[in-house]
């Protein structure tokens, strides 16, 4: 079964440029999660869709945001760039979220904001 | 609040186990303990979770403490493959769909 994948894997964009990021899921997981993570701030929640619909959400300024299709695939989008927003944005599938589901991980994008 | 407190680093040598403490002294009943760690250069996998009684599979065995304030993640044989910083995570609540509260996590050194 082939695992999360996450395009592109490497990003370069200047500051105030949007970006979007992909997540495809694993074949037949519901819920997509988002992460981002730095040296100083570590690996902290974005937010989870399931159903295509947003149902959790972390504590990230309004230009983060994401969605998510009906083939469970997941986009998410972070506009005016700022140079803070250089990361690993990682994401991570399970079959519906609950507490108890494993996550899987795709490798990440990184995102270099110049 | 990652709400789980971890050792900042442990050393340990190939093929001798490891444990590897964490303290969540504030969970509540329905809290699980999770353990994902992440290798360098990838993301986060999976390795073990429990609830109250003590957990056994092919990568590790987790115990917890009969008050449930505490749990040790052991290693049973440390490769150089498992270097890697572990994340002990608890999470149990509605609130916590598709959520993992990552703390700073406990980086693991393997020395040959």
């Known amino acids: 079964k082939a695992g999360v994948t996450q395009t592109p894997r490497y990003l370069i964009k200047t500051r105030g440029q949007q970006v979007t990021l992909s997540c495809s899921p694993i074949?037949?997981?519901?819920?997509v999660s988002w992460y981002q993570q730095t040296p100083g701030q570590g690996l902290q929640f974005l937010f989870e869709?399931?159903?295509?619909?947003?149902?959790n959400k972390g504590n990230f300024p309004g230009r983060f945001s994401g969605r998510q299709f009906s083939n469970s695939r997941s986009e998410m989008n972070v506009s005016t760039l700022e140079l803070g927003d250089s990361a690993l944005y990682l994401c991570a599938s399970s079959l519906t979220g609950d507490v108890v589901d494993t996550q899987y991980f795709g490798p990440g994008t990184r995102l270099t904001v110049l | 609040d990652a709400k789980t407190t971890q050792p900042n680093s442990m050393e340990s040598n190939e093929e001798e186990p490891v444990h590897l403490p964490c303290n969540h002294s504030t969970i509540s009943g329905t809290d699980y303990i999770h353990w994902y760690r992440q290798l360098p250069s990838q993301g986060p996998e999976y390795v073990i979770h429990g609830l109250t009684s003590n957990v056994n599979n092919r990568m590790a065995s987790l115990a917890i403490a009969e008050d449930r304030k505490s749990s040790t993640l052991i290693l049973h044989r440390a490769t150089l493959r498992d270097a890697a910083v572990y994340y002990c995570?608890?999470?149990?609540?509605?609130?916590?769909?598709?959520?993992?509260?990552f703390g700073a996590g406990t980086q693991v050194v393997v020395t040959p």
């Open positions: 869709y399931f159903s295509e619909t947003q149902r």
């Open positions: 995570i608890r999470n149990g609540t509605t609130d916590s769909w598709g959520k993992l509260q």
């Open positions: 074949s037949g997981h519901r819920s």
